[in-house]
């Protein structure tokens, strides 16, 4: 189906969430689209926008679905994150963390010290999907916010697909901060450019030799089109066929989900 459409991609950025899996359900053969993306001799490298894992333990999600890939073909809003606060804070920085311990782990490899619920000394404040998010987590986050701290939100992603239907996400606890604190968190992942320029870079690939896979098009597809690369919307995610035909530009490819774009 990519060769259907287009004739010089020599790479593919693929988005996990919606379109690899549904959390613990693959969706489709992993194994099998994986091997044939290497039959094809395209490169391929995953960027997510989720922040709740390490990357050690996204290869072993992979893994437990059959899939190996090597260390650098893996890259999330957690590390876009980091690579940031490193431009912005070089000899590192207090941060206090809205969001998994993956999150808080991925910036502490990075050289950030990580603050306590009741430490007002952060200079930044970094929000993302929380599992267990509470009030008192919210209210000081929101204070040290309002106090002067730098806010950086690793995502936009309002929900997240389950097997069960869409749950919040990132999106929505930053959300939530930005009203309590009326102040706009910076966002780091998709559809900002970070992660798509470090999976290009990693790639050795120009954007027009790219096409970016996700099912998400304010994200994923909005972020490769301003990136100057293809894309392509699998529906197997959060947009519709509907949507992705009425947006502005539409994707290149719309296909139902991972196999029958790479397959057919």
């Not at 053969?29 to 997510?48: C, E, H, N, Y």
């Not at 876009?80 to 941060?95: D, I, R, S, T, W």
């Not at 999106?171 to 706009?184: D, N, P, Q």
């Not at 490769?224 to 290149?252: I, Y």
Request: net charge negative; hydrophobic share 45%.
């Amino acid at each position: 189906m990519i060769s259907n459409h287009l004739h010089n991609i020599k790479g593919l950025i693929i988005d996990m969430d919606g379109v690899l899996w549904h959390d613990t359900v693959p969706l489709g053969d992993l194994p099998a689209i994986f091997d044939r993306i290497q039959a094809s001799g395209l490169k391929v490298i995953l960027a997510t926008n989720n922040a709740t894992r390490t990357i050690d333990e996204y290869h072993q999600k992979l893994r437990g679905f059959g899939v190996a890939l090597e260390d650098w073909q893996v890259i999330n809003s957690a590390q876009a994150a980091g690579m940031f606060l490193q431009e912005q804070y070089p000899n590192g920085a207090k941060v206090f963390v809205v969001g998994q311990p993956s999150l808080k782990a991925t910036l502490a490899d990075l050289g950030f010290t990580i603050t306590a619920d009741d430490d007002m000394t952060a200079e930044v404040v970094v929000g993302s999907l929380d599992y267990t998010v509470t009030y008192e987590k919210l209210k000081h986050a929101s204070l040290l916010i309002q106090a002067g701290c730098d806010f950086v939100g690793t995502n936009p992603d309002v929900t997240l697909p389950t097997p069960l239907g869409f749950i919040p996400g990132a999106g929505t606890i930053i959300g939530a901060l930005e009203i309590a604190s009326g102040k706009s968190a910076k966002i780091v992942g998709k559809p900002a450019p970070v992660l798509y320029e470090v999976a290009l870079k990693r790639l050795q690939l120009a954007p027009g030799e790219t096409l970016a896979v996700g099912d998400r098009l304010e994200t994923d597809i909005a972020g490769a089109q301003a990136a100057g690369m293809h894309t392509a919307l699998v529906l197997s995610g959060a947009s519709t066929r509907a949507q992705a035909e009425a947006f502005q530009p539409p994707p290149e490819i719309i296909a139902q989900d991972l196999t029958e774009l790479i397959f057919e």
